[in-house]
């Protein structure tokens, strides 16, 4: 029933597409345009291009989905991408912090121990806390620096 009322509506807009229009100016000096050239008076006929949507070929539903699914993955794609880059600042937000309260543990001085190879726990010397400090630093500064 729907493909019979598109093609009636079809048929009877053919005719309006090749219609002619006329342009003239009548004797009160009013621009009137017409579809009928007028005989008292010399019309100026008018170039009528038809509407692009009637004269642009229709897709077929295979390509119409097609375009579907294409617009649906460009969007899962946006989407995933969206979430990783999200992840990733998350990741590096926490690696700063952490690195950044390893430098301030350091830096606030006192006394730091470690563990040694054979698992005891010894205090670290002030030339081992200040190499420590450098490198915590080093390790903060990569960290946190902003892409």
């Known amino acids: 029933m729907k493909r019979f009322?598109?093609?009636?509506?079809?048929?009877?807009?053919?005719?309006?597409?090749s219609a002619e229009l006329y342009k003239y100016i009548d004797s009160n000096g009013k621009t009137v345009y017409t579809d009928q050239p007028?005989?008292?008076?010399?019309?100026?006929?008018?170039?009528?291009?038809?509407?692009?949507?009637?004269?642009?070929?229709?897709?077929?539903?295979?390509d119409r989905d097609k375009e579907l699914q294409k617009a649906r993955d460009k969007t899962k794609d946006e989407a995933?991408?969206?979430?990783?880059?999200?992840?990733?600042a998350?990741?590096?937000?926490?690696?700063?912090?952490?690195?950044?309260?390893?430098?301030?543990?350091?830096?606030?001085?006192?006394?730091?121990s470690k563990f040694n190879q054979q698992g005891d726990r010894e205090m670290m010397g002030?030339?081992?806390?200040?190499a420590e400090?450098?490198?915590?630093?080093?390790?903060m500064e990569e960290a946190c620096k902003k892409s």
């Open 80 to 88: 995933k991408k969206s979430e990783t880059a999200a992840r990733n």
């Open 133 to 139: 400090k450098q490198k915590a630093r080093a390790q």
């Open 90 to 112: 998350q990741i590096a937000e926490e690696r700063c912090t952490q690195a950044t309260g390893r430098y301030n543990a350091l830096a606030q001085g006192g006394r730091i």
């Open 5 to 17: 009322v598109m093609l009636a509506a079809a048929l009877a807009l053919a005719p309006l597409a």
């Open 38 to 62: 007028p005989t008292s008076v010399d019309p100026k006929q008018l170039k009528v291009q038809p509407a692009s949507p009637a004269g642009a070929p229709q897709k077929s539903a295979l």
């Open 126 to 130: 002030d030339d081992e806390i200040e």
